[in-house]
């Protein structure tokens, strides 16, 4: 019986509310997952439906960007542009995708490029970078996202 006493005193001094742990709050359980999340990447890159059979991450991505490379370039080389600049072989265009799957494109220029009419070739790319293939957004933590990403685009084949 005296046992049985010693393990109830035992039992209650050493019970969870004497050694009762301090709960984060809401805002703070937040913060703290907010912090560790890289808002830099994307778990899943924006992909056409062809690249969406590999599984690997950088296989899609990979697939991802030749076949848009590809896509503009098929639609430029049906241009003048090579004609018109021919010291112009690369554009570098800025690509959008938001996450309702519309993709935005705006050539780059640098800041020296004067040698070229830049809102001539604008209109251009404008006029024949369209119709493009249904994309699938990027995806950060199982949300669709916008996503932005700068492709160089050789124009000039030889």
């Known amino acids: 019986m005296k046992q049985y ?4 005193i035992l039992g209650f001094f ?10 984060p709050s809401e ?6 997952e907010l912090k560790a999340i890289n808002w830099k990447e994307v778990d899943e890159y924006p992909s056409f439906t062809g690249c969406d059979k590999l599984t690997e991450k950088i296989q899609r991505q990979q697939c991802f960007f030749e076949y848009l490379t590809q896509l503009i370039q098929d639609k430029l080389e049906v241009d003048t542009l090579s004609v018109l600049y021919p010291e112009l072989d690369t554009i ?8 309702d ?4 494109f705006e050539p780059q220029f640098s800041k020296d490029s004067t040698a070229y009419n830049i809102i001539k070739i604008d209109s251009i790319l404008h006029a024949r970078l369209v119709n ?6 990027a995806i950060k933590q199982g949300i669709p996202v916008k996503t932005q990403f700068i492709l160089p685009v050789i124009i000039k084949v030889e």
């Open 5 to 8: 006493y010693f393990f109830l």
């Open 27 to 32: 805002k703070e359980l937040l913060q703290k």
């Open 14 to 23: 050493t019970s969870c509310q004497y050694f009762e742990k301090q709960v």
């Open 101 to 104: 799957s519309r993709m935005q």
């Open 92 to 99: 570098e265009v800025k690509v959008t995708v938001f996450p």
């Open 132 to 137: 493009f293939p249904k994309v699938n957004p």
